[in-house]
């Protein structure tokens, strides 16, 4: 294939549009938020988590703690029924007496051990209540965190998008003033190339694979025709020839 020596040394400003197109492309998915947004994320699932195992455990013990107090009122109320019983004189048979007095004994102590009950399911509560809050200040800091960090992401993301989109541009222009032939088989090994279709002949070095010519291939260089589009022998990208190749 042949092609004018400026169309060939165009393919060099195209090959540098092309390394930046990639070289935003890899920082886009490179952010540092990238990783940040996803451990945050974790921290933000795992806190949802506590926190709705913490909201369990207050509205389990509210409803105990109810329940342990509608037993206590019940036995008071019990006990309030007896001894407004046993104060009327209502009761004479020393027997019934006896066994009225036990009863109201026995309701004092089975109220004691329920307030007792009731206690202890108070302490739970508020541990779970001042979990519920600590929970929700953590977690209402962690999503606050996490707002921060898209943020900042999406401002990096569309910085580097207007910057791709401005090459994207450029590159247009500079593709559109190569040669189609030429064009078309840069493209074709820059994709079989890990993105570098042609490379710079500098100091008798290729710069696509960093090997020097041998003498062999430099005096085929050197004899070559200014508009023949030459092939590196060794990784056999586009070789464009420019003042600095050494020959």
Known sequence: MNAAPDDQIRLLDLQALDVRLQQLAHKRRSLPEHAEIE??????????????????????TAREQTKAEQDVDQVRQRAARDQQRLDSGAVTSPKDLESLQHEIASLAKRQSDLEDVVLEVMERR????????????????????AGEAVARRDRAQQE??????????????????????????????????GGVGAARLYQRRCEGCQLELNITELNDVRTAPSDKVLRCENCRRILVRTSESGL
């Open 126 to 145: 508020e541990s779970a209540q001042e979990r519920v809050s600590e929970l929700t200040a953590r977690l209402s800091s962690a999503e606050t965190k």
């Open 39 to 60: 451990s945050l994320n974790k921290d933000l699932s795992q806190l949802r988590d506590l926190l709705v195992a913490a909201q369990t455990e207050e509205s389990d």
């Open 160 to 193: 580097l998008d207007d910057e791709a989109a401005g090459v994207t541009k450029e590159r247009a222009l500079v593709a559109g003033s190569v040669p189609a032939d030429l064009l078309k088989l840069y493209d074709k090994l820059r994709e079989q190339q």
